[in-house]
C-alpha cells in the first residue's frame, strides 16, 4: 500500500475495524451465507484500498476510459437496472450516515495527506458495499433480476440503523489515533461543481423556481453542520442534504452520467428509426415504459430515486425538477401521444443538461425549454392520436435522434436542433397557408355578404322608424331586407334590381301617409297596382307561405284606406284597430350565427352577424401566422392557424388541414372570445413554463 509509513499503522487497522464490523453488521441480519458475506467483504476491502491507493484523477473523460468491472459493469438492461438500484443503495446509505462521514472524510485529508482528495473518495463510503454487493452477485451466477433486488430492499432496512454506528466507532478510532479532521476549506477538489457552474440568481420562470422551493421545502432536514445549498433561484439556504450532498456530487454525477450515455444508446431511438415499423410508444424508447407493449400512461419519468441520486443534492434537485415537468407532459391528455413519444426520446439528454447547466431552470429563452416549446408548436392542431408516420411526427423524430447522438453538454447542437424545429414550423405553415388558398373564395363570398347586410341595414333602419305598425315593421325588418340584401348581391346599389325594391318599400310606407287632397288620392292609385305587384314578387321569393302574403297584404290595405281617409294608425276605428310601434323601440343587440358554405367540395364554416356588424376599429390582438384555439356555436374547441383576413370585413380565415377544420369568424366575435378567454393564441404559450405550473399544482394537490 503506498503510504508513508507513519500512516501504516493507522490505515491498516482502521481498515480491519471497518472490515471486522461490517462482517458483523451483515451477519446479523441473516439474510446471507458465509460466502457471500465474505464476497462483499472482499469488495469493499477491494475500494477501500483502490481509494487510498489512488492519485488524484482526472476528467469525467479520462476516469471513464479505465472504470474496471468492480466500479462500472454495464452488461445489459438487468444489469443497468440493477446498477441504478445499487446507486440508490448507496445514496440511502449516504443520507443515513452523513455527518460521521463527513468528519471522516476530513479525517482521511489528513491521514493521506492528500488536500485533492475528492469528497466522493473516502475510503470509507457506502460505495464500497454496494460494491461488494455487486461482486457477490456476480459470483453468484444466473440469479433473476426480482431476487436480487429483494434482497437489496432487505438489506438497505438493516444496514441504515447499523452504518452510522460503525462510523462513529471509526471516527472515535481514528481520534484516539491523533488524526485531526481537517479545515474543510481545504477540499479543492477539481471535480466539486464550481460555484460559477450553479444556479444563477436571475430566475425569469416563476412556476419553476416555485416548483423547485416546493421540492426543496419537503426534503427531510439534514443539515446537522449548518451547511448551506444553492437553489434553483440562486439564493443560499439551509441545505437538506448536508454533507451527503457534497459527498454524493461528483461520484455518483460521474456514474449516473456514463449510465446515462449507455441507456441512451442502448434504448434511445436511432437516426434510422421507422416509423412505419413502430406501432406504440414503447418501440420508441422501450427503457422509459412499461415492460408489455402496450402503453398505459405514458412514458416513465426519471427520478433522483431511480438513479440513486440524493434528492437533497443539487443534481437530485434538478433531476427531480425536471422529472416532475416531464410526467405533467406526459399526463396531459390534449398532447399528442407522438409528441410526448417526441420529448420522451430526449429525456435523458435533458437529464444530462439539468445536471451540468442549472440555467435550464432560470433562462426562460434557454434553448432547450425553446426546443421543447417549438416542439408543441410544431405539432399544434395535430390529433392526440396522429400517427408517429405523418411527415412532420417523422422530422421531430429525426432531429431529437440527431441531438442525442450528437449532444456532449453544450448549447450549440441544442441551437441546432432549434433551428432544424423552426424551419419544419415554417414550412408546415405555408403548407396550410397554401391549403387555404382554396377558401379565399368563399370568404370574399362571406365578406360581399357581410358587405351588403351592412349597406342594408344603413337603408332599412331608418326606415323602421317611419313604420306606422308592428306588422309594417316586422315585414320591412324581415322579409324586405332579405330581399333587399338579394338585389345588392346581384347588381349592387346602382342595380335595376336594387333601385326597383329599394323605391317599392319607401312607395310603400308612402302609401300609408294621410292623403287630403284629391290630386295625392290620385297618386296613390296610380301607383298602388305597381308596388303591390314588387311587393308580391318579392313576398314570393323570400318564400313566404300564402297566409303570411295575405295576412301582411290585408295589413297595408287596412293602412292605405286609412290615407285614403286622411287619417293615421293613431286615430282609426276600433274595428280597425292595429298595433302601433312603441316610440324610440331600440334595435335588439346582433347575435352571433353559426353557418356553412360550401364549394367545390369543400366546407368553410362561418360565426357571423346575420345583420352586416360593421367590424372593430381596433387591430385584433392577433395575427397571421398565430395558432389559435377557439370555440365553435356548440362550445367545442379547436385549433387551426389563422391564415388571411378578408379585405372588406375583415373576418378571419382559420385552417387546420389536419382536423379538416376551416372556420371563417368575423372580427367582432373573434375579438370577444379573446378577450373573455374562451379563445387564445396558443402558439405563444410555452410547453415547458405550462408544465411546470402543472406540476406545481399537482405537487400541491399531494402535499394536501
Known amino acids: ?221 439534514l443539515n446537522p453542520g449548518g451547511a448551506t445549498t444553492q437553489t434553483l433561484g440562486g439564493s443560499s439556504g439551509a441545505s437538506s442534504g448536508g454533507a451527503a450532498s457534497s459527498l454524493l456530487t461528483q461520484g455518483l454525477l460521474e456514474r449516473l452520467l456514463f449510465r446515462l450515455n449507455e441507456l441512451d444508446q442502448k434504448t434511445g431511438m436511432s437516426m434510422n428509426w421507422s416509423p412505419i415499423a413502430s406501432s406504440n410508444l414503447e418501440n420508441l424508447i422501450p427503457g422509459l415504459f412499461d415492460g408489455d407493449n402496450t402503453p398505459k400512461v405514458g412514458p416513465r419519468t426519471l427520478n433522483s430515486t431511480e438513479l440513486g441520486i440524493p434528492a437533497a443534492a443539487p443534481e437530485g434537485l434538478a433531476i427531480d425538477t425536471l422529472a416532475m415537468i416531464f410526467e405533467a407532459l406526459f399526463s396531459n391528455p390534449a398532447l399528442p401521444d407522438t ?5 420522451s426520446s430526449l429525456q435523458i439528454t435533458l437529464l444530462k443538461l439539468a445536471m451540468q447547466d442549472a440555467t435550464l431552470f432560470t433562462d426562460g429563452k434557454h434553448p432547450a425549454r425553446q426546443l421543447i416549446d417549438r416542439m408543441g408548436i410544431a405539432m399544434l392542431g395535430m390529433p392526440v392520436d396522429v400517427a408517429a408516420r405523418h411527415p412532420v411526427c417523422t422530422r421531430l423524430f429525426e432531429i431529437a435522434g440527431q441531438l442525442r447522438s450528437e449532444f456532449h453538454g453544450n448549447a450549440e447542437s441544442l441551437r441546432t436542433s432549434l433551428t432544424q424545429v423552426d424551419a419544419l414550423i415554417s414550412k408546415r405553415q405555408e403548407e396550410i397557408m397554401a391549403a387555404a388558398e382554396a377558401y379565399l373564395p368563399m370568404l370574399h363570398q362571406l365578406d360581399r355578404r357581410g358587405e351588403a347586410s351592412q349597406f342594408v341595414r344603413q337603408f332599412v333602419d331608418p326606415l323602421l322608424t317611419r313604420a306606422p305598425v308592428v306588422a309594417v315593421r316586422d315585414f320591412i325588418d324581415g322579409p324586405w331586407r332579405r330581399i333587399l340584401t338579394r338585389s345588392y348581391l346581384q347588381s349592387g346599389p346602382e342595380g335595376g334590381e336594387w333601385q326597383a325594391d329599394s323605391h317599392a318599400i319607401v312607395d310603400l310606407l308612402w302609401t300609408f301617409e294621410p292623403k287630403p287632397t284629391l290630386e295625392d288620392r290620385k297618386a296613390l292609385s296610380a301607383k298602388l297596382p305597381s308596388i303591390l305587384r314588387r311587393l308580391k314578387s318579392g313576398m314570393e321569393i323570400a318564400g313566404l307561405a300564402p297566409t303570411a302574403q295575405e295576412s301582411f297584404l290585408d295589413t297595408f290595405f287596412t293602412l292605405q284606406t286609412n290615407a285614403l281617409r286622411g287619417q ?4 282609426t276605428n276600433p274595428s280597425e284597430a292595429l298595433e302601433q310601434v312603441p316610440a ?100 405563444e404559450e410555452s410547453l415547458f413554463e405550462t408544465a411546470a405550473s402543472q406540476a406545481l399544482a399537482l405537487g400541491q394537490q399531494r402535499s394536501a
Open 339 to 343: 409528441l410526448k413519444a417526441v420529448i
Open 584 to 683: 324610440g323601440l331600440p334595435r335588439k343587440p346582433a347575435t352571433p350565427m353559426a353557418g356553412e358554405i360550401e364549394a367545390g367540395g369543400r366546407i368553410l364554416r362561418t360565426l357571423d352577424f346575420a345583420d352586416g356588424q360593421p367590424s372593430s376599429l381596433r387591430p385584433l390582438p392577433c395575427a397571421r401566422g398565430d395558432w389559435l384555439r377557439i370555440r365553435d356555436d356548440l362550445n367545442t374547441e379547436h385549433t387551426a392557424l389563422f391564415c388571411a383576413q378578408s379585405p372588406h370585413g375583415q373576418r378571419a380565415l382559420l385552417l387546420n388541414p389536419d382536423s379538416r377544420f376551416a372556420l371563417a369568424v368575423h372580427p367582432v366575435i373573434l375579438e370577444r372570445q379573446l378577450r373573455d378567454g374562451s379563445a387564445r393564441v396558443c402558439s
Open 568 to 571: 293615421t294608425a293613431a286615430n
Open 1 to 221: 500500500m503506498p503510504s508513508l509509513p507513519d500512516t501504516y499503522d493507522t490505515l491498516r487497522d482502521c481498515r480491519a475495524l471497518y472490515l471486522k464490523h461490517l462482517g458483523a453488521l451483515l451477519q446479523d441480519s441473516k439474510l446471507l451465507g458465509s460466502g457471500a458475506i465474505q464476497a462483499i467483504l472482499q469488495g469493499a476491502v477491494s475500494y477501500f484500498d483502490d481509494m487510498v491507493a489512488a492519485t488524484r484523477r482526472g476528467s469525467f473523460q479520462e476516469a471513464a476510459s479505465d472504470l474496471t468491472s468492480s466500479r462500472i459493469t454495464l452488461v445489459d438492461e438487468d444489469d443497468l437496472e440493477l446498477g441504478i438500484r445499487l446507486d440508490h443503495l448507496s445514496a440511502t446509505l449516504y443520507e443515513t450516515s452523513s455527518t460521521t462521514l463527513w468528519k471522516i472524510h476530513l479525517r482521511f485529508l489528513t491521514l493521506l495527506k492528500r488536500d485533492d482528495l475528492a469528497k466522493t473518495s473516502n475510503p470509507l463510503a457506502p460505495k464500497g458495499v454496494t460494491v461488494g454487493i455487486r461482486s457477490m452477485f456476480e459470483l453468484a451466477g444466473a440469479i433473476d433480476l426480482d431476487r436480487k433486488l429483494d434482497l437489496l430492499d432487505k438489506l438497505v432496512k438493516h444496514l441504515s440503523p447499523g452504518l452510522p454506528a460503525l462510523y462513529a466507532e471509526i471516527d472515535d478510532f481514528l481520534d484516539l489515533a491523533g488524526i485531526e479532521a481537517a479545515q474543510a476549506g481545504i477540499v479543492t477538489s477539481p471535480e466539486s461543481p464550481k460555484k460559477g457552474d450553479s444556479i444563477t440568481s436571475t430566475a425569469e420562470g416563476g412556476s419553476l423556481l416555485a416548483l423547485q422551493q416546493a421540492l426543496l421545502s419537503r426534503l427531510p432536514a
